[in-house]
């Protein structure tokens, strides 16, 4: 007898392994931020670098990218019809793995926790992005540009209060190690369902729609992306378990926190009625005074005797510095 064949064919698979791919991508870039922020965290490298302007650039792309993903999967999940069982249970494991976030941070960044971080943001604007899969794509695009310019339009001090935080919508900015309000970042979720949508006929069917991984890394990258979710969860617990490793055989980085230390030096010195060029010398000068006494980096507060020392040290800094400084 001729071997048995399924009454049925297999239902073709939704993947495209370019958006895999393209995930995968985005996904290398934020552990490669997350890592540079764990460096300068931990007191690896001078300063950190991720909280530079350059730095934070870097980040907003990254998200960016990520949330224009969100859009662009709504539409190839759901632009035929909502597949109300998928879409609910990709909520669900966002969702709580949000709010997972929120509780780990919670407890190892009291001060700077997650509230509403990049997952929470996926969420709530997963939710808020499907009725606009059906909607005309110019619509979706002038949505998307009103989110974006929101904020700058909108910001009222009234909206500065904690609860209205997630909008993203006051003038102020919370302590969040992570935080991205729906305005202006439900934007790039709204430009990514626009795009699709204007896209996906054209791309429908298209060598792009049926290429396939081939090479190791691209494979490795497509797998990534599939599993973008715990990726995520997984991959900063384990950069900072290897760097907490790391720092302890090497010890914090020797100019670690030297050019936060002058700037803030600087500023107060100046605040407290300091003349500017004086106080940029005194704070050269107190650093280096510091490290030499051994008073820099311990870790530990000072003792009542090391504050006084560093204190006389940061005067007779400011004193020379005020000659140094003086017009002749």
């Avoid at 966002?94 to 780990?104: K, Q, V, Y």
Wanted: charged letters at 15%; proline letters at 8%.
């Amino acid at each position: 007898m001729p071997a048995s064949f399924p009454s049925t064919p297999p239902r073709p698979s939704r993947r495209i392994d370019a958006l895999d791919l393209a995930r995968g991508a985005a996904l290398a870039a934020m552990a490669a931020y997350h890592g540079l922020w764990d460096l300068g965290f931990l007191q690896l490298t001078p300063q950190n670098f991720a909280l530079t302007p350059t730095g934070r650039l870097a980040a907003h792309g990254i998200a960016g990218s990520f949330l224009l993903l969100v859009g662009i999967g709504l539409v190839l999940a759901n632009g035929d019809g909502v597949r109300w069982r998928p879409f609910a249970l990709r909520l669900a494991k966002i969702g709580g793995a949000a709010l997972l976030i929120t509780l780990a941070t919670r407890f190892a960044f009291p001060e700077s926790y997650i509230f509403f971080g990049i997952l929470h943001c996926i969420a709530v604007s997963s939710l808020l992005g499907l009725p606009f899969v059906f909607l005309p794509a110019w619509i979706t695009g002038l949505a998307a540009v009103a989110v974006v310019l929101a904020p700058r339009v909108v910001a009222h001090p009234l909206l500065d209060a904690p609860v209205f935080y997630f909008l993203g919508l006051g003038r102020g900015l919370p302590d969040s190690n992570d935080w991205v309000p729906l305005f202006p970042w439900f934007g790039p979720v709204l430009a990514g369902i626009a795009l699709a949508r204007l896209v996906r006929p054209v791309v429908a069917g298209s060598r792009l729609s049926r290429w396939k991984a081939c090479t190791p890394l691209a494979r490795g990258a497509a797998f990534a992306g599939r599993h973008s979710l715990a990726v995520y969860l997984i991959h900063q617990p384990v950069l900072l378990a290897l760097l907490t490793g790391l720092v302890t055989l090497t010890g914090p980085h020797p100019r670690a926190g030297l050019a936060g230390f002058r700037k803030d030096y600087a500023a107060h010195c100046t605040r407290t009625g300091g003349e500017a060029g004086a106080c940029r010398i005194a704070a050269r000068c107190t650093a280096d005074a510091l490290r030499r006494e051994g008073l820099w980096g311990t870790g530990k507060p000072y003792s009542v005797a090391e504050r006084a020392t560093a204190q006389g040290l940061s005067q007779r800094c400011y004193e020379a510095a005020e000659g140094t400084a003086a017009p002749p």
